[in-house]
């Protein structure tokens, strides 16, 4: 296995991301972590502005932690790190629960919120989704692949091709969507390699 990474709500918020990056770890791209703190959040925010109910984040969550039962780091862990942390008093329990998963990316979009030199001092790199992606797609372009490939086919409500998640995905994951379009250049219709 590659490294271990850490996501933090606001990637777990976007069920686009949100799957993508797990199938990759499905099939052992890369170890993914979260906090107790990150799924309250992120169940917190989809009830909030997505409109989901509490069971429909309680069965998310549940089905996030039996896919990954080694991934979630508990409170009692980093609780006594968390004001000690350099980064927005808001983030300080993400970094400290990186930091005791003893991780080497934590993926966010808030990366303002993480300055480079605090989380360097641990070890930890500071990435977007996007370029998380992208790197990870270059390291092992087939797994990247086979994951999107295996996303869109499970994909049922509604049924998408993979031209139409590439196309929702570009102004969140642009980077990731070229990478992938450019994978399928040759090829004379894209959603002919996913089905």
């Not at 300080?92 to 001092?121: E, G, K, M, Q």
């Amino acid at each position: 296995m590659a490294f271990t990474v850490f996501v933090d709500a606001c990637v777990l918020f976007s069920a686009a991301q949100r799957d993508i990056l797990l199938r990759m770890a499905g099939i052992d791209v890369f170890r993914v972590k979260w906090s107790d703190d990150v799924l309250v959040e992120t169940s917190r925010n989809l009830q909030r502005q997505r409109g989901l109910g509490v069971s429909q984040t309680d069965r998310l969550i549940h089905r996030m932690t039996q896919a990954f039962p080694d991934a979630c780091v508990s409170q009692e862990r980093y609780a006594s790190l968390i004001e000690s942390m350099p980064v927005n008093p808001k983030d300080r329990h993400v970094l400290a629960a990186a930091i005791v998963a003893r991780v080497d990316v934590l993926v966010t979009w808030n990366v303002t919120d993480f300055p480079l030199t605090a989380c360097a001092s641990y070890g930890i790199d500071i990435q977007t989704p996007d370029n998380f992606l992208v790197t990870q797609a270059k390291l092992a372009p087939q797994s990247v692949l086979d994951a999107l490939d295996s996303l869109i086919r499970d994909l049922r409500k509604p049924l998408i091709t993979i031209s139409q998640w590439l196309e929702q995905q570009e102004d969140s994951l642009p980077q990731f969507v070229c990478w992938v379009r450019d994978q399928y250049r040759d090829s004379s219709d894209i959603d002919d390699f996913c089905s």
